[in-house]
């Protein structure tokens, strides 16, 4: 049976994810620090098809929980895997006015993640197989404007993840790095931001590159275009634009 353990359970990129995994029969575990919406969603999973759903209290500042959720998961019999999608975006304008927000920007976003799988990269060594989905952002491509330090924490994310998918192939597990462009949740509600995608169509571009063992997927797929385009940019010329 495939286990999947999803970290940012409630979010709400994680939930048509897990609509897709729940009715492909797998057995989940959800994650996450609101304990009433993780319970409603289980439900939604039970009813989708998941065979088994369980229920975890977790939060990414917390490192005090890693090693309950890295024991927990290192006793579950059959093929584990595991998909991010714990992440913060506040405005680069508030972050402008409170220095203070970076720390907590850049936890949320690439340290606290990558502490979690460090721990957990043996784990996933001593079974030999298994998937592990990082969710991180067109934003880490290049740094722009409009929100450099989301985009900083989400570049050191990507990072990590190339040298851990690097590592643990070696060991036949599968590591993949999701870049999002804008998404229709609560993180973008009320602005107006190009090629915004519907949180289904990112779940199936996930479904989609696990099957054909991606390690990179942009999603919507634009974007892999665009950032090529963004990342060709002359200095000189890139930072005289508003992008």
Not at 18 to 37: K, P
Not at 74 to 101: T, W
Not at 157 to 168: D, E, K, P, V, W
Not at 204 to 230: C, H, P, Q, S
Request: charged share 20%; proline share 5%; aromatic share 6%.
């Amino acid at each position: 049976m495939q286990n999947w353990i999803v970290l940012g359970a409630t979010s709400g990129m994680a939930r048509p994810f897990l609509r897709r995994l729940a009715i492909d029969g797998a057995a989940l575990i959800l994650a996450g620090r609101d304990m009433a919406a993780l319970e409603a969603l289980a439900k939604e999973c039970h009813l989708q098809g998941a065979p088994k759903v369980e229920v975890m209290a977790f939060d990414i500042r917390e490192d005090a929980a890693f090693p309950a959720l890295v024991a927990k998961l290192a006793a579950i019999e059959g093929v584990l895997n595991l998909a991010c999608f714990v992440g913060a975006m506040p405005e680069q304008s508030a972050i402008d006015a409170d220095p203070a927000l970076i720390d907590a920007v850049v936890r949320d976003n690439f340290t606290g993640p990558a502490k979690l799988l460090t721990l957990l990269a043996p784990v996933f060594e001593a079974r030999g197989a298994g998937c592990i989905v990082g969710v991180g952002s067109v934003a880490g491509d290049r740094g722009r404007v409009g929100n450099y330090v989301y985009g900083a924490a989400k570049a050191g994310f990507a990072t990590y993840l190339s040298g851990l998918r690097n590592r643990l192939a070696r060991k036949g597990v599968h590591v993949m790095t999701v870049k999002p462009g804008p998404v229709e949740t609560r993180m973008t509600a009320g602005k107006k931001l190009p090629f915004m995608a519907r949180p289904e169509t990112v779940a199936e571009d996930i479904m989609g590159g696990i099957a054909r063992g991606a390690n990179v997927v942009y999603t919507a797929k634009i974007w892999y275009f665009l950032m090529a385009v963004i990342r060709a940019i002359p200095e000189p010329i890139f930072k005289k634009l508003s992008i």
